[in-house]
């Protein structure tokens, strides 16, 4: 089963956790989840604003459980007080900590020419994409405007496929930024093969929803899409600051 394929409510073995203290909840729950998603890692488990659900974190992906342990929610929880999606909200600081975590020193960064930034995007791209092109031909304009853009891989045809070895060539190479601007400009890339984070790039793309590219996240991890021209860009992410 995968986080992509979950139908809305999945049945679980009920793990027996009635009167049991709150870390032994935890862990039994967690236990839960890998028991029917064995793949993935629980990153946390805490109260949901819900009576009797749980949040489960799963790196930057929002679930549910129930305390009993017998079914699991995907799906976005409403405060209609204040209409907020509360689960946009706690999945949008997931993937700053997914982000975080990760850590920059991986991801190909093109920096702002203005000093500190006013903003970090962050850019989960392909080599051959048409749009990813289209928007690197502009970031000269973003570094410009104060705007950090830190890339990530997310090779289409996925892993192993045609644009995953270009992936693993720019990220191999001395000269990522070089590499990444030649490999997208139609140039061959070769590069010694290396440990490199292309993998992992591409699964946390998938845990994050990434569906296509390029893929645009704020520094407070909100998703705002695809290709956006450089100056409407310019605007969205400044409009934020007011």
């Not at 089963?1 to 709150?22: C, E, H, I, P, W």
């Not at 892993?159 to 190479?173: L, T």
């Not at 990522?176 to 061959?188: C, D, I, N, V």
Request: with cysteine; charged share 25%; net charge negative.
């Amino acid at each position: 089963m995968t986080l992509g394929k979950m139908v809305v409510f999945v049945a679980l073995a009920t793990v027996g956790v009635g009167a049991s203290g709150d870390a032994e909840l935890r862990t039994r729950l967690a236990k839960a989840v890998k028991a029917v998603l064995p793949d993935v890692e629980v990153t946390s488990i805490s109260p949901a604003p819900l009576p009797g659900l749980y949040e489960v974190l799963v790196g930057p992906t929002v679930l549910y459980i129930t305390g009993d342990g017998r079914y699991i929610v995907k799906g976005d929880i409403f405060d209609l007080s204040s209409l907020e999606n509360i689960t946009k909200i706690r999945r949008a600081e997931a993937r700053v900590d997914a982000f975080v975590n990760l850590g920059h020193e991986d991801m190909i960064e093109f920096g702002s020419t203005k000093g500190k930034a006013s903003h970090i995007l962050y850019v989960y791209t392909d080599i051959d994409c048409a749009y990813c092109r289209k928007l690197h031909a502009e970031i000269d304009q973003l570094n410009d405007a104060g705007i950090t853009v830190r890339y990530l891989a997310y090779p289409r045809t996925g892993i192993g496929g045609a644009s995953y070895d270009k992936a693993v060539a720019v990220w191999c190479s001395a000269d990522r930024q070089e590499a990444l601007t030649a490999a997208k400009s139609g140039k061959m890339v070769n590069s010694e093969n290396c440990t490199n984070p292309v993998t992992e790039h591409y699964r946390m793309g998938e845990a994050m929803g990434v569906r296509g590219t390029p893929a645009l996240y704020t520094d407070d991890g909100e998703s705002i899409g695809g290709y956006i021209p450089a100056p409407e860009l310019i605007r969205i992410l400044n409009a934020r600051d007011g």
